[in-house]
């Protein structure tokens, strides 16, 4: 794995217009960034990211299976408990997952660690699966990369499939996001295209559009029930709002299903230790309030169980505080996970996210920060296989 200079396209911006990509620079700072890009070999990704990928996968529907099975794990990870039923169910009926993204540490020397799991609404996806593959064709054809590169990226091939199987028996697909994200619009926009191209007729509505009839059935804006419903709007959020009471009663198939609650917070960090312990895509992790933590001595990194964009992370160095990021997350809890720096190319912090769609691990997207944290301006700089 190594990070070069590339030349940015002259007409990247015009590109990122035409493709609808309208959030590759937010709040005046660059997030999409094609001044350097990073080459793996192929048994980088094929051994080091996109097998353990694999094999994490299926170890958090283990997690997952123990956990809906048990209360005191279920209240451990701050789900309400008037929505166990909710979740146990919906994984007993089998209710499909459509993606996540696994975080990892990597810098091509040895294995990739996992630094949490974006199970219910990863976003990054639309540059990950279509434009920096956009990036990749045109780069080719312009030689600001080396002939016969490739790319670690079926995601949108895989979501279109994905989605196929997961189409409404009858009726649209309705999408959902909260208002006043671009990034968050974007995504759903993306998804609403791939589903399009997979059959699926769709349409879209804010969440604060979202209705209740007199059966306790979710409707959109002119009354029509919410038959499929994917939502880029967090569990943990819906679980709090007044019309929370009619999920368990409702007929909305949800995309996230309600077990993805499960895997959307950091305790299925310290859950994954406990059942995987020592595996080596693993860093040790527990529940801040468990003495076991205790075992990481005076370096470590406290998360709370539900946070977003780097929010209210913690990192502890030889028990002083280097890093404690604002935020208005912790009231669930916290977990305390072994410090792990990501490392660092061109004086920049990077992270690498791999996407799951459904269990099939099939892409990646890599983002760079000045600090340790990843937040929502982190840049995203596309990649290459070097053949």
Same mark, same amino acid.
């Given at each position: 794995? @190594?990070?070069?200079?590339? *030349?940015?396209?002259?007409?990247?911006?015009?590109? $990122?217009?035409?493709?609808?990509?309208?959030?590759?620079?937010?709040?005046?700072?660059?997030?999409?960034?094609?001044?350097?890009?990073?080459?793996?070999?192929?048994?980088?990704?094929?051994?080091?990211? !996109?097998?353990?990928?694999?094999?994490?996968?299926?170890?958090?529907?283990?997690?997952?299976?123990?956990?809906?099975?048990?209360?005191?794990?279920?209240?451990?990870?701050?789900?309400?408990?008037?929505?166990?039923?909710?979740?146990?169910?919906?994984?007993?009926?089998?209710?499909?997952?459509?993606?996540?993204?696994?975080?990892?540490?990597?810098?091509?020397?040895?294995? *990739?660690?996992?630094? !949490?799991?974006?199970?219910?609404?990863?976003?990054?996806?639309?540059?990950?699966?279509?434009?920096?593959?956009?990036?990749?064709?045109?780069?080719?054809?312009?030689?600001?990369?080396?002939?016969?590169?490739?790319?670690?990226?079926?995601?949108?091939?895989?979501?279109?499939?994905?989605?196929?199987?997961? $189409?409404?028996?009858?009726?649209?697909?309705?999408?959902?996001?909260?208002?006043?994200?671009?990034?968050?619009?974007?995504?759903?926009?993306?998804?609403?295209?791939?589903?399009?191209?997979?059959?699926?007729?769709?349409?879209? &509505?804010?969440?604060? !559009?979202?209705?209740?009839?007199?059966?306790?059935?979710?409707?959109?804006?002119?009354?029509? $029930?919410?038959?499929?419903?994917? @939502?880029?709007?967090?569990?943990?959020?819906?679980?709090?709002?007044?019309?929370?009471?009619?999920?368990?009663?409702?007929?909305?198939?949800?995309?996230?299903?309600?077990? @993805?609650?499960?895997?959307?917070?950091? /305790?299925?960090?310290? &859950? &994954?230790?406990?059942?995987?312990?020592?595996?080596?895509?693993?860093?040790?992790?527990?529940?801040?309030?468990?003495?076991?933590?205790?075992?990481? /001595? *005076?370096?470590?990194?406290? @998360?709370?169980?539900?946070?977003?964009?780097?929010?209210?992370?913690?990192?502890?160095?030889?028990?002083?505080?280097?890093?404690?990021?604002?935020?208005?997350?912790?009231?669930?809890?916290?977990? &305390?996970?072994?410090?792990?720096?990501?490392?660092?190319? $061109?004086?920049?912090?990077?992270?690498?996210?791999?996407?799951?769609?459904?269990?099939? *691990?099939?892409?990646?997207?890599?983002?760079?920060?000045?600090?340790?944290?990843?937040?929502?301006?982190?840049?995203?700089?596309?990649?290459?296989?070097?053949?």
């Amino acid at each position: 794995m @190594k990070r070069f200079p590339v *030349a940015p396209r002259a007409d990247w911006q015009q590109t $990122a217009a035409d493709c609808g990509f309208r959030f590759h620079t937010m709040y005046g700072e660059p997030y999409w960034d094609e001044s350097a890009c990073y080459a793996f070999t192929l048994e980088e990704i094929e051994r080091d990211l !996109e097998a353990p990928s694999a094999e994490l996968a299926m170890m958090c529907l283990d997690v997952v299976d123990i956990a809906v099975r048990d209360e005191a794990i279920l209240h451990r990870l701050g789900i309400p408990a008037g929505q166990h039923d909710f979740v146990h169910d919906a994984w007993r009926r089998g209710e499909a997952s459509l993606y996540g993204r696994f975080d990892f540490a990597y810098d091509g020397r040895g294995p *990739a660690r996992l630094y !949490e799991y974006n199970a219910d609404t990863p976003t990054a996806l639309y540059e990950t699966a279509y434009f920096q593959w956009v990036w990749l064709e045109q780069a080719l054809a312009r030689g600001l990369i080396p002939a016969g590169c490739d790319q670690f990226n079926s995601v949108q091939e895989v979501l279109i499939e994905r989605l196929s199987r997961m $189409a409404p028996p009858e009726g649209p697909m309705h999408f959902t996001c909260a208002r006043d994200s671009e990034e968050d619009r974007g995504t759903v926009e993306y998804l609403r295209d791939c589903a399009e191209q997979a059959g699926i007729p769709t349409r879209f &509505l804010f969440v604060d !559009e979202i209705g209740v009839d007199s059966n306790g059935q979710y409707t959109g804006l002119d009354g029509e $029930a919410l038959r499929h419903l994917f @939502k880029l709007y967090p569990w943990e959020f819906l679980f709090r709002e007044d019309f929370a009471r009619f999920l368990p009663g409702c007929d909305t198939y949800f995309i996230e299903p309600p077990w @993805k609650a499960v895997l959307s917070n950091k /305790g299925l960090l310290a &859950l &994954l230790w406990e059942h995987f312990p020592g595996h080596p895509n693993l860093l040790p992790t527990w529940f801040a309030d468990d003495p076991r933590a205790n075992r990481l /001595g *005076a370096s470590y990194v406290r @998360k709370p169980l539900y946070s977003r964009e780097g929010a209210n992370v913690r990192i502890v160095e030889r028990g002083r505080i280097v890093c404690d990021e604002p935020g208005p997350y912790g009231a669930e809890g916290h977990v &305390l996970q072994a410090l792990c720096p990501p490392p660092r190319f $061109a004086g920049r912090h990077v992270v690498i996210g791999s996407w799951i769609i459904g269990q099939q *691990a099939c892409g990646i997207g890599i983002r760079e920060d000045s600090g340790p944290v990843t937040k929502d301006l982190s840049r995203f700089v596309p990649h290459v296989i070097l053949n």
